[in-house]
């Protein structure tokens, strides 16, 4: 039974918008693919991001800087045909938006036409303003992305808790009411102190959705891959594992490789 105030059918971000109006959690997972996208969106899970870390769980690469705009739209087009009711938003690729708001537009036009997602993300404050505010003017929602941002990684040069320093906070603060001022649909805020988070949350009327920045928001979103277990080099304080998927799978492959040696799959039944 859900733990919702209210029952909300196909989620919008206006939905998203009520949800936080009326005191409910928005609950927020990645998925890269049909079959997962499938299982989370059947799950009830409100928003389903389609996440640049798939470069990492998906691709393999160290850093979600290496992801093409091609590649994004190539997941998230298996995503959304796998939802009934969850939201789609998509992430806007390193290089797809930050050299100017023409481009920026034509990456987020292409992944609405292409992929059919909803809305999109994108990373930073006031450095990309001009940017959303032209992909906002062509009716595109965007939900911003404030904190640590993993496009930046060469910047800060780890991946530690951000806007512990005053001067960080503030302009962290400042950045969540310009996005708001401007038209975004909600906010991410990532790997930040608990007390901002909450702070910033209160400060405005938009959903602020967090990974690692505490309770006192209006909503979680975690990496699915290492929700289920599947990653298990990634430990950061933030997250709760719901399953060791990846224990699991490798026991019951080890079991089929053995089953195979031993010639005991397939046996009679198993057959045509
Ligand atoms: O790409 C991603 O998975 C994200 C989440 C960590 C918020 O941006």
New binding site residues.
């Given amino acids: 039974m859900s733990i919702a105030k209210r029952d909300y059918k196909r989620i919008t971000v206006k939905t998203l918008v009520d949800m936080k109006a009326n005191g409910d959690k928005i609950s927020?997972l990645?998925a890269y693919d049909y079959t997962m996208a499938k299982i989370v969106d059947g799950a009830g899970v409100d928003v389903i991001?389609v996440?640049?870390?798939?470069?990492n769980v998906m691709a393999g690469h160290e850093t979600?800087l290496p992801i093409t705009l091609d590649q994004m739209i190539y997941h998230a087009a298996g995503v959304v045909r796998a939802i009934e009711r969850s939201l789609v938003v998509v992430?806007l690729p390193f290089g797809s938006y930050q050299s100017d708001p023409k481009e920026a537009l034509r990456s987020a036009i292409r992944i609405m036409k292409e992929s059919g997602g909803h809305a999109v993300?994108l990373?930073g404050g006031k450095e990309v303003k001009e940017s959303i505010k032209r992909i906002l003017n062509a009716g595109i929602p965007v939900m911003g992305?404030l904190g640590l941002t993993?496009q930046s990684i060469y910047k800060f040069g780890t991946y530690t808790v951000r806007a512990k320093e005053e001067e960080e906070a503030h302009k962290l603060k400042e950045d969540a009411l310009m996005l708001e001022r401007i038209g975004c649909f909600a906010i991410?805020l990532?790997k930040i102190p608990a007390k901002l988070a909450q702070e910033v949350a209160e400060s405005i009327s938009i959903p602020v959705?967090g990974?690692g920045a505490g309770n006192g928001v209006d909503g979680q979103?975690?990496?699915l891959h290492d929700m289920l277990g599947m990653t298990h080099e990634f430990h950061p304080r933030f997250l709760r594992r719901y399953m060791n998927l990846y224990e699991d799978m490798t026991n019951s492959i080890s079991q089929y490789v053995k089953d195979v040696k031993a010639v005991d799959f397939p046996n009679d039944e198993e057959q045509y």
């Avoid at 996440?51 to 470069?55: L, P, Q, Y």
Wanted: no cysteine; net charge negative; proline share 5%.
């Fill in positions: 927020m990645t991001l996440g640049d870390s798939a470069s979600t992430d993300k990373e992305h993993p991410v990532e959705i990974i979103v975690l990496v």
